[in-house]
């Protein structure tokens, strides 16, 4: 079973054809970038593997789930147990300390409260901020507040880590250190795709899919499985 499986996938909106058939299939364990041009399609692919919003024609299943199928109430539900989120910006709850922004992630999980904080510590630890759970977000370096945004991602460990440029709002020395954690967490078995209009993170991932004016321009999948350097 693939994690992201598209068929035919178009995607209007009014007049505007966003999409106008795309296949993607993601296997388990892949890193993924999705790249292109502002204005190829990137955001529509993004919200509609997020299961934010619906094709208008095709096949969009995620995690073995049929999108169009389910109920706004359902694709809640399948997004908090199965979908984990990174943005340009980190999203984090200010003045709150680290380990309660991660924790407060697992809320609509099913995850009992306490179990919700040894998680989030587990997931501060995996991106290398074990030491920096009392931390609110102003009392850490760029990078260190988009680990965090990571941690909070993955402390349930969903199959599926959506990143949409999460180095875009840092310097290079940050966004390599955030590069590092998505390739550790790769490492060790996290499904992950990476939005991205900059070339060098795209090429860094081990699988490069080229999205231009709403179609599937070049792919070295799909589902070819290959690992991270
Ligand atoms: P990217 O993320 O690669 O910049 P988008 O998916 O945002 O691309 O946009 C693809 C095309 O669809 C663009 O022409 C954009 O203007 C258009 N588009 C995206 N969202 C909407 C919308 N909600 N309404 C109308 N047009 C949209
Ligand atoms: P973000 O910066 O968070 O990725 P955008 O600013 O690209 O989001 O888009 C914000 C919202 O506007 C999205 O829901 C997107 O689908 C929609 N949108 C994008 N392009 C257009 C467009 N050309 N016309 C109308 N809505 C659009």
Redesign the pocket.
Known sequence: PYVVELREVTRT??G?R?LRGVDLLVEQGELVAVA?P???????MLHLIGTLDRPTTGTVRIAGHDVPGLSDRELSALRARHLGFVFQQFHLAPGVAALDNVADGLLYTGVPPRARREKAAAALERVGLGHRLGHRPHQLSGGEQQRVAVARAVAGDPPLLLADEPTGNLDSEAGTEVLAVLRDLHASGTTILVITHDAEIAAWCPRQVR?RD?RIAGDDGPGTGRRAP
């Open positions: 909106y009014g505007v966003a292109g502002s204005g190829s399609g990137k955001s529509t999205v709403g």
